[in-house]
């Protein structure tokens, strides 16, 4: 026998495996990114999040003093300085060299020679520089360091991103954006399900594989004819017209889902509150939504997430002035038209997901429940 008591099929280990996978790629480049959001943008530049937690190695390049500031030290003159006075910065010399084809060809400590002049460069990044005669020139020798440099994290850049002008703004935007766009399109979807469920009418099947259609509908080509809409009818770019254009694009998946899970209740009880005289009112305000609220949830976490994260909708339909501006707005306001500023963008990526993870924990149980449901009916 293939399937014994008590034992996985093969198919089920590849479900587990390929479940086990998915969760992998999305959990390592999150923790990835979380690490980025702690380090400084030359750490990010120079060396990948896995190495955040052991030293890293870079080169410096560093300018000595000018040779008017060479003493005269026991017979020879002598030029001091530390390779990290220039860069702001600290770590452990392990390598140097007076080429730019040779620098790493001593190590720390040593003695190198060179034409009418020696070099030596300590751990600390202290060099010496001993001339037999006194140095001429305006600018000073170059050194070549290999420096290793300790991990370090910073909170520079959340204090950057929470605090920069205009945020607190933006955040309250985000949610008077967010909160109306998620509750009207469910109040909606909540009786075009109940209807498309359990009512007859003629065209309801009609019905149903037209909103199935529009599940399938780019929203990219429906931005500017929609928005030509709203101004021709005088609303311009405002909250409401961005209430209205989330709900057009939610409507769709949010008739689907809850009509599927309101099908899929038991029909007895539709039945028994229709024999007591209960009108379809009734039924839907005391008995569907009550047993409806697993899928109201999954519609409104999903709703809540599409909307604050959203940032192409909110440029079309509500603009970018300063008292318009929602968060994914105000981050791409700070990271300027470049985006090359990849520390502050790591941390403005944990900020905007704050909220939408606490919706999302708050109410996961509730979204594998809508999500299933109506999939298997009883006999």
Known sequence: ???????????????????????????????????????????????????????????????????????????????????????????????????????????????????????????????????????????????????????????????RVLFSEGIGRSFVN???????????????????????????????????????????????????????LHNSIGLGKGYLGIWLAHTGFGLPLAVYLLRNYIAGLPKEIIESAKVDGATDFEIFRRIVLPLSFPALASFAIFQFLWVWNDLLVATVFLGNTESQLVMTGRLRELLGSRGGDWDILAASAFVSIAVPLVVFFAMQKFLVRGLLAGSVKGG
């Open 1 to 159: 026998m293939d399937n014994i008591a008590g034992t996985k099929s093969s198919l089920t280990w590849a479900v587990n495996i390929a479940v086990g996978l998915l969760v992998l790629l999305w959990v390592v480049p999150t923790f990835g990114l979380l690490i980025s959001s702690f380090r400084d943008r030359d750490a990010i530049t120079t060396s990948g999040w896995w190495t955040a937690l052991s030293a890293s190695e870079q080169n410096i390049v560093a300018r000595a003093s000018a040779p008017d500031t060479a003493r005269q030290v026991d017979g020879v003159w002598v030029i001091e300085g530390n390779v990290f006075e220039d860069e702001g910065g600290a770590g452990t010399v392990s390598d140097f060299g007076i080429s730019i084809r040779e620098p790493a060809a001593f190590k720390a400590g040593e003695v190198a020679q060179d034409d009418g002049h020696t070099l030596s460069v300590a751990e600390n990044g202290d060099y010496v520089f001993t001339y037999a005669e006194q140095p001429s020139g305006k600018r000073g020798e170059r050194v070549f360091t290999t420096v290793k440099t300790p991990p370090s994290f910073t909170t520079a850049n959340y204090t």
């Open 174 to 228: 985000t949610f008077t954006v967010t909160i109306p766009a998620t509750i009207i399109p469910i109040l909606v979807a909540a009786f075009c399900a109940y209807a498309l469920a359990w009512m007859d009418f003629p065209g309801r099947a009609i019905l149903i594989a037209l909103i199935v259609g529009l599940l399938v509908v780019p929203l990219q080509m429906s931005l500017i004819p929609l928005l030509r």
